[in-house]
């Protein structure tokens, strides 16, 4: 009970973040432009690039802050280990942003290809997304710990409050400045420096509280404190780097070769998409802490029923939404805008990114038995192979076929991903399990769902009308859902304890 109680928290606040942005987005467009949107699709990619710079770090210090509520030897290791990551990161986030400080010159003549906007006001613009990039990473330090002590609750609060300062009260402020977009990224480093502050404030209390006061040698060297981690820590950080350049390639690619109005266009069709792993992303980080605890404590029989259960939650998350957007794209798009010229050229991006984001969520969750067992060669492994896959394939398509290269590479490869990878991994922690994984966990959690969503776009008619389209769809949705085995198994008890 306790971890649905995490997991919906997490999902609540994943769902008002993202259908925050969602509902901000049209009205971005509409005050800024479909080019100064485009610099926030920029935005996005610059960040998710600095997330390289985690070197695994972050997912370290939470296992090691779950360690150490449970074990007094970790405990009494986990204040130098600390204190090592913090200068770390302190270290990395200034030269980082320095390094982007520099290079925004080169970004703004070079590499943007800008029609109508001042480039002296793009290039202050870029100044402030290397400030705010660099803060907004350095909270993940902070955000790891809490993650450690299993405060979801509190973190979706949190979320949710930096959300809605971030996305919501931004707004009048873009009407009152005519759409100044310089105004609307000096204004994120204002909510970024908030955010960092909080998290900062709650982390520290929660050691104090759980583990004591601070008592790590302050003069040690921080590679020292560390070096018994690297194992685990590199072994993140050469995947989560390898998986940033994945994952950003394409856009890095179209970044160059489209115009920044273009460029926005893509950016909707990929963060409506984004919102599959955002679905899923609460579920499995819920997990982690968990799945660790009952590994350091040899019960494989509690962490294989998390581990299913995860499977089942995640796979009722993601895939009907996945559905619905894949079948209703354009609908959803020009319902979401009220923009035809947005709804053509985002639809096909939303169908393709959407499906390559659900197989990519499903295909993750064996990571999950490697985080709690500390061992990441099969992830190491499984994420080259990707990239030796995908990376090269993105390049040629993306350079011959632009969107469309990206969207079918996209698909494909996460499909192979899918199909290949995750039956090997699979094998490494339960033998000859796969198959009832995939056919208990995925299929018949599912597979109704599926049948209500493919049943009813062939004989539900869409019309030009928006409201009703808007209805039937979220219509579908809701009976899909309500056919699945879960949830008619948490309804069926609710009504039989009435009785």
Request: charged share 15%; net charge positive.
């Amino acid at each position: 009970m306790e971890l649905k109680k995490k997991i919906t928290a997490n999902i609540v606040a994943q769902v008002y973040m993202a259908g925050t942005g969602i509902i901000v987005t049209p009205i971005y467009l509409k005050l800024m432009g479909p080019e100064a949107y485009g610099l926030i699709g920029i935005f996005t990619l610059i960040q998710a690039i600095f997330n390289i710079l985690d070197l695994g770090l972050t997912p370290t210090l939470a296992r090691e802050t779950a360690r150490a509520r449970g074990n007094e030897k970790s405990k009494s290791e986990y204040f130098d280990i600390l204190s090592a990551i913090k200068k770390i990161f302190i270290v990395i986030s200034i030269s980082g942003c320095l390094a982007l400080v520099i290079g925004t010159d080169f970004i703004v003549n070079n590499w943007l290809k800008i029609n109508q906007l001042d480039k002296f006001e793009v290039q202050q613009a870029l100044v402030a997304i290397a400030v705010c990039v660099s803060l907004r990473w350095m909270s993940g330090l902070y955000r790891a710990s809490i993650t450690g002590f299993e405060e979801f609750q509190w973190l979706s609060y949190w979320n949710i409050f930096i959300t809605t300062l971030r996305f919501l009260i931004v707004i009048p402020i873009l009407y009152i400045t005519e759409g100044s977009f310089v105004v609307f990224f000096v204004y994120q480093v204002a909510i970024a420096c908030l955010e960092i502050y909080g998290l900062a404030n709650k982390s520290q209390r929660l050691i104090r509280c759980n583990l004591g006061e601070n008592n790590s040698s302050r003069h040690a060297n921080p590679m020292q404190a560390i070096r018994p981690l690297m194992g685990f820590s590199g072994g993140v950080a050469f995947t989560s780097a390898i998986w940033a350049l994945i994952t950003q390639t394409d856009k890095i690619v179209l970044s160059k070769l489209l115009t920044l109005s273009d460029y926005g266009y893509f950016s909707i069709g990929v963060l409506l998409a984004s919102g599959i792993t955002v679905i899923g992303g609460p579920i499995t980080s819920t997990a982690i802490p968990k799945l660790a605890l009952l590994y350091s404590t040899q019960d494989i029989v509690g962490m294989k029923f998390i581990y299913r259960k995860i499977s089942q939650y995640t796979s009722i998350a993601v895939i009907p939404a996945t559905l619905i957007l894949c079948f209703f794209h354009a609908q959803i798009i020009e319902i979401w805008t009220g923009d035809s010229i947005a709804a053509e050229r985002s639809g096909y991006v939303l169908a393709f990114y959407a499906a390559g984001n659900c197989l990519m969520t499903i295909a993750s969750l064996p990571l999950l038995l490697q985080y709690a067992e500390g061992k990441l060669k099969l992830h190491v492994i499984g994420n080259t192979l990707y990239a030796l896959i995908l990376y090269p394939t993105l390049v040629w398509s993306v350079s011959i076929y632009g969107i469309s290269g990206a969207c079918w590479s996209w698909l494909i490869v996460n499909s192979l991903s899918f199909l290949f990878w995750t039956p090997i991994v699979h094998r490494n922690f339960f033998k000859n399990e796969h198959f009832n994984w995939l056919w208990n966990d995925i299929i018949k959690v599912i597979f109704f769902p599926f049948i209500v969503i493919v049943t009813a776009k062939i004989i539900v008619p869409l019309t030009d009308d928006k409201l009703l389209n808007s209805i039937s769809i979220i219509t579908i949705y809701v009976a899909a859902l309500l056919f699945s085995p879960i949830v008619i198994k948490f309804f069926s008890k609710i009504i039989l304890s009435k009785f």
